[in-house]
């Protein structure tokens, strides 16, 4: 069987950041769903990691420790994974702790946009949809503006309310991508470009991050992930073989009401690609 046939998901969210499954839940839902290797990869946290591999082992799945850093670059927000670190790594715990310390005021004046446009209480709603205060996030809005009945769906909230232009958007800076990367492989991990296709980059943009991130020591981009369509596959498969990158895959889920896709329900990689956990045979956690 080619090396690309495995069923992976290394890219996820739980209640300690935007998700609203636990840890211990995730694991189960991945091993039900036929997940044989599994990494948790909330937003600019790694506070899950040792709940995610103990619930891992208990449920007989592989694990790669996972986060997801926010990155400024070219005026945009850029996520970029870190797979198979140190979770315990203090240059990366503070980077992430530095990273999601500007979320709480940044929640505030979304909070307070949202009023002025006619929608009161909002950031205290967020808050009680956060699993953790320090990680409320446009998601945690969402989930309040559908709640409320302002919205149908989180579609509809990031559409009128929470994307640049909107009444409740605000913008962040982030961690800078030498720093994200480094963080990551300096803590002994390989660093992968989460869902490319989302960016709203030119291709000389588009070029220019790949460029940089390879030349900074980066090594993976995500190939097959939840929001990717059929042909955005054949096209960063081709962009991973141009940089010399290694592919991953994961989903994205978020939640079973919410996610596009569910755990371990991707297509596998395609054929010809390095796959990422060949990258990480020795920080596999097995089961």
Not at 65 to 82: D, K, Q, R
Not at 98 to 118: I, N, V, Y
Not at 135 to 157: I, K, M, N, P
């Amino acid at each position: 069987m080619p090396k690309t046939y495995l069923n992976t998901d290394l890219h996820c969210h739980s209640v300690v950041s935007d998700g609203t499954l636990t840890p211990e839940q995730l694991a189960q839902r991945a091993a039900e769903r036929g997940v044989e290797l599994w990494a948790l990869t909330d937003h600019d946290e790694v506070g899950g990691q040792h709940r995610a591999a103990a619930a891992a082992k208990a449920a007989g799945l592989d694990y790669l420790t996972g986060t997801e850093i926010s990155v400024s670059y070219a005026g945009s927000s850029v996520h970029i994974v870190g797979l198979g670190f140190d979770a315990d790594n203090a240059e990366l715990t503070q980077g992430l702790y530095d990273t999601r310390h500007g979320r709480g005021p940044r929640a505030r004046e979304m909070g307070r946009l949202l009023e002025e446009a006619g929608i009161p209480g909002a950031y205290e709603g967020a808050l009680r949809h956060a699993g953790n205060p320090e990680l409320v996030s446009r998601t945690h809005f969402a989930r309040f503006l559908v709640e409320t009945g302002v919205c149908s769906d989180t579609y509809e909230v990031f559409r009128r309310y929470l994307t640049e232009g909107k009444p409740g958007y605000v913008s962040h800076v982030w961690a800078n991508l030498r720093d994200a990367v480094r963080w990551i492989v300096d803590a002994g991990g390989v660093a992968v470009i989460a869902h490319p296709a989302r960016y709203d980059f030119s291709a000389l943009e588009e070029y220019a991050l790949f460029s940089e991130f390879k030349q900074l020591g980066g090594q993976g981009v995500e190939v097959i992930t939840g929001s990717h369509r059929p042909h955005e596959y054949v096209t960063y498969a081709d962009m991973a073989k141009e940089f010399d990158l290694a592919a991953s895959r994961g989903s994205d889920f978020h939640s079973p009401e919410e996610s596009q896709i569910d755990l371990g329900q991707l297509p596998y990689l395609p054929g010809k690609l390095t796959p990422v956990w060949e990258l990480l045979q020795d920080r596999i956690q097995r089961a």
